[in-house]
């Protein structure tokens, strides 16, 4: 399978990643939240990049320290 890779900035690119490899695993959000024990609003606000104190402080500290995230997504078949 083919992948993609993409840098991660902000809370909601985070959000995008998980959705899209929830999606690409043929997940539910509520499949995915009974398997991680959390409601699937925790999942949703998560994937919609919902950022929180902490969220924004773990993102001021890898600017911080010059470290970039990235994420390696699975492509679709054509």
Do not use: C, N, W
Request: aromatic share 2%; net charge negative.
């Amino acid at each position: 399978m083919a992948t993609a890779r993409t840098r991660i900035h902000s809370p909601s690119d985070i959000g995008l990643v998980i959705q899209q490899a929830r999606l690409a695993r043929g997940l539910s959000q509520t499949a995915l939240a009974e398997q991680l024990g959390l409601s699937q609003r925790s999942v949703s606000e998560i994937e919609s990049g919902r950022p929180t104190i902490y969220m924004r402080k773990v993102f001021d500290l890898l600017r911080a320290t010059g470290v970039e995230l990235s994420a390696e997504l699975p492509l679709e078949d054509e």
